[in-house]
DNA sequence: ATCGATTGTTTGAGTCGTCAAGATAAGTTC
DNA sequence: GAACTTATCTTGACGACTCAAACAATCGAT
């Protein structure tokens, strides 16, 4: 079984991996996991002599399908541990990320069927991400960045996870998972971007934020 | 903070020093840890260096007051622990102390907080242990093993947690924490001792066994 | 195509917790 | 009290993970 510290390599490349060119390098995984690149280098080795992840010296990494389907349960783990403190625990949305990033390491598969079964098989987490199948599959969204938004009317489908702060304004203001929002276009001078509910209150986010904040364009 | 390790070694001493003479030995200790006596002897010294034990070389050691109440926290993690898995997650009393033996050293203050809230400030987990108070103090009780009751009329108030086979066996027979049963006369030579319970069925146990059910008389 | 900046690799070292095996002290038994 | 047994201690080592700092390769731009 992989250490936590293998896992949470595994996670971060992943992460890193799956914004775009389906690779990454020595030097974002130090920054991500706040490690000096030459410890990134000596687990990179690590992880290939596992058969965990592609890695040519100098040329980048990927992670290799088996890496992939360990990474992918360490994010089963954490996104239902996260449900799992906001639904049963009672916990905040914006307090959970920290809990899940130490409990998924620990939790035992029976502990963790159990949650799955009291929440009722999850598809995504309080923040709206995606909650990988048993078999590490992962339910695609639609979600853009709002600001990608043209102006017109949007749902909220998910928020990044890791700014617990963000999250507790983001909840004080209203904005959660599932609301509708009416979009203006931004105002790049201002560096600010209006969402109105259908009440009328309104709520004024920095760019900086809205691209944090991803959504689904409502019919 | 002390390590995952180190508070396995305080709730280990505070474990066996609290069966008579108040002190233990290296020799036990690495039994009970299953590690070598080298190894005891090291982290004794580290114990010692922090304050947290009292050790003379080659004369036995014990828990200083600062060991004691780390260690009374562990304990009380772990039984609240215990105490959640089964009232709020429905697991059984024997597969909970595994767990707990896990989650104890990771649990967030948060977290526990939020347990021990939802499950009313408990004074017993699952088997009958009593779970110290915020402050490291414990309730005593008065329980004796059934093994050393004479004939009579018993109440069950506390069983050992640490044999899951043991649990799951006393599960099934029906004995559980708060039940009442009639006690007989242990037959040393059959190495057997009945209870009756009011309605009538009866359950054989081994003597062995009855030295790990503890009872309280009933008026 | 060479310079300088950026990125990545290597090396040497430290911490934590562990074991194996040999040395020593403390009982126990005759 | 000598011999044996058991308990404890010491030493040297290792595996996992990390850093600091010296070194090497690559890239971009002039």
């Given at each position: 079984m992989p250490s936590s510290t293998v896992e949470n390599y595994l996670k971060a490349i992943l992460h890193l991996q799956g914004?775009?060119?389906g690779s990454t390098t020595v030097g974002e995984i130090s920054r991500e996991l706040e490690v000096t690149p030459g410890t990134v280098t000596i687990m990179m080795r690590h992880l290939k002599a596992r058969g965990l992840v592609a890695y040519e010296p100098r040329r980048g990494l990927s992670l290799k399908p088996r890496g992939v389907t360990e990474a992918m349960k360490v994010v089963r783990r954490h996104r239902l541990i996260e449900a799992f403190l906001v639904e049963?625990?009672?916990?905040d949305w914006s307090e959970v990320h920290e809990e899940a990033e130490i409990l998924e390491h620990v939790i035992s598969d029976r502990l963790l069927d159990r949650i799955n079964e009291m929440l009722g098989e999850?598809?995504?987490?309080?923040?709206g991400d995606p909650i990988p199948d048993r078999n590490g599959v992962l339910a695609k969204d639609r979600a853009m960045p709002l600001l990608d938004a043209a102006a017109g009317r949007y749902r909220v489908v998910?928020?990044?996870?890791?700014?617990s702060a963000l999250l507790e304004w983001l909840n004080e203001k209203g904005v959660r998972i599932g609301e509708e929002f009416e979009v203006s276009d931004p105002d790049r001078a201002a560096g600010v971007l209006e969402l109105s509910r259908r009440g009328g209150k309104r709520v004024q986010l920095g760019l900086q934020v809205a691209g944090q904040v991803f959504v689904e364009a409502v019919a």
């Open positions: 914004e775009g060119r049963v625990m009672g916990l999850p598809t995504h987490d309080p923040h998910r928020v990044s996870d890791e700014d």
